[in-house]
Structures are given as C-alpha cells and as structure tokens.
C-alpha cells in the first residue's frame, strides 16, 4: 500500500488544520490506521490511531479533546482533524497503516509510512 499525506503548513496558535492520507490502491489488509509525529531531536510518536473497518480510536494525552481522527472509507482517506493548534505540535506528521499479510503458514502484520508533512505552528 502507498500512503500520501498533505494539508501541512504554517499556522498560528489556535489555528486548526486538517491532515489527509490517502491509501492506495487498495485498503483490502489494513488493520490499523494512525497518525505520528516527530519533532527535531525527538523519536516519532503516536498522535492517534484507529482500527480500520472497526472505527477504534485512540489519543495520545496531549491532544485529546484537540484533534479527530476519522476515516472516509469510499474514498479511501485517513484525516486528522487538528484544533486548538500549540506550539508544542510543530513536527513532521507522518501516516501510518499496519497491514495484515500472509507470512508463511500464518500471518504477520507488516507497517507502511507515508513521506511526512510539516506542520508548524507559531506562538
């Protein structure tokens, strides 16, 4: 599967932006959708995740009540819809989905990154 985000951008505190993360060409093995971020010097971390088909969420602490993540399963789009922007979420945002494949007599989940999309944020 190929993942494609996009809507980064520079914004003000307060702002709101919304990230989108097309899947292609197909969404037949996807387990599990997310979106992580990564600042400079920091390792990438979970923002929000949701079970594909299921509709599962789940938030890092720092934004809940903040941001959405939702899927629009005809057009095959992951977004994150982020409110209330601080200072503090400026990083490259990075979808990710786990899919889950045959591997040998069983299965194993394998994971799969889009390119990243900057968001930055001024006080």
């Known amino acids: 599967v190929q993942l494609v985000e996009s809507g980064g951008g520079l914004v003000q505190a307060g702002d709101s932006l919304r990230l989108s993360c097309e899947a292609s060409?197909?969404?037949?093995?996807?387990?599990?959708m997310g979106w992580y971020h990564q600042a400079p010097g920091k390792q990438r971390e979970l923002v929000a995740d949701?079970?594909?088909?299921?509709?599962?969420?789940n938030y890092a602490d720092s934004v809940k009540g903040r941001f959405t993540i939702y899927i629009d399963y005809v057009q095959n789009m992951m977004y994150l819809q982020m409110n209330s922007l601080k200072p503090e979420d400026t990083a490259v945002y990075y979808c990710?989905?786990?899919?889950?494949?045959?591997?040998?007599?069983?299965?194993?989940?394998?994971?799969?990154w889009g390119q990243g999309t900057q968001v930055t944020v001024s006080s």
């Open positions: 060409p197909n969404t037949f093995s996807i387990n599990t």
């Open positions: 990710h989905a786990d899919l889950l494949l045959t591997y040998g007599l069983g299965m194993k989940l394998y994971d799969y």
């Open positions: 949701i079970t594909f088909g299921g509709g599962t969420t």
